[in-house]
Structure formats: structure tokens, C-alpha cells
């Protein structure tokens, strides 16, 4: 059973930053990749960003430029810097990751991102 425990969440005003964390109950190595979504009120969950197994990253356009993932393989984590955040980035953040092998995704908890204006 893998486990993905999110934290750093919070309420912060516009044009601040917030760090998310993902730590994974097993090494990352063994996923194929790994990601943020978030999910709105009356939306459905995004891709918000991905860093695949041999370290490269996408982003969707509306984070480009603000947002970084990375990870820490020591520590079985993945994060998200967010900066230059906006009210639009109101939303429950989720943790992804995703084996090909068994084609199976795990979710974390999610935890929520207030931005206020």
C-alpha cells in the first residue's frame, strides 16, 4: 500500500508564496512519474505539474513561470514552489504518482491552497 501524506498548504495573500510537500511511503524511483493537481470548487482536478523519472517537468500554462516542482530522492518527496500566486490558485492541492507497470495511480489526503485578494 503506498501512502502519499501532502503538507504546507495554508492561507496566504496574493503575490505570496507557499511550498508544498509530498512524502511518499516508498522510494520514488519506483513510480514513473509523479505530480500536483488541483481541484476548485465546481471544477474538475487539473494537472497543475509532473517531473517524469528521468527528471524532466511540464507545467500547465497557467503556473508557468511561478511554479517549480522537484523532488528529493533521499527523502522520498516531491515539492511545489509555488510563487507569484494568484486568487485562481484557490484550490485542494492533491499529490500524484503513477506506475506504468501496474498502470495504477495513488492519491494523497490533498491539502488545501487559499490565496486571498
Known amino acids: 500500500q503506498v501512502q502519499l501524506v501532502e503538507s504546507g498548504g495554508g492561507l496566504v495573500q496574493a503575490g505570496g508564496s507557499l511550498r508544498l510537500s509530498c512524502a511518499a511511503s516508498r522510494t520514488i524511483f519506483s513510480f514513473n512519474n509523479m505530480g500536483w493537481y488541483r481541484q476548485a470548487p465546481g471544477k474538475q482536478r487539473e494537472l497543475v505539474a509532473r517531473?517524469?523519472?528521468?527528471?524532466?517537468?511540464n507545467y500547465a500554462d497557467s503556473v508557468k513561470g511561478r511554479f517549480t516542482i522537484s523532488r528529493d530522492n533521499a527523502k522520498n518527496t516531491v515539492y511545489l514552489q509555488m510563487n507569484s500566486l494568484k486568487p485562481e490558485d484557490t484550490a485542494v492541492y492533491y499529490c500524484?504518482?503513477?506506475?506504468?507497470?501496474?498502470?495504477?495511480?495513488?492519491w494523497g489526503q490533498g491539502t488545501q491552497v487559499t490565496v486571498s485578494s
Open positions: 500524484n504518482a503513477y506506475t506504468v507497470l501496474t498502470m495504477t495511480d495513488y
Open positions: 517531473i517524469l523519472s528521468g527528471g524532466s517537468t
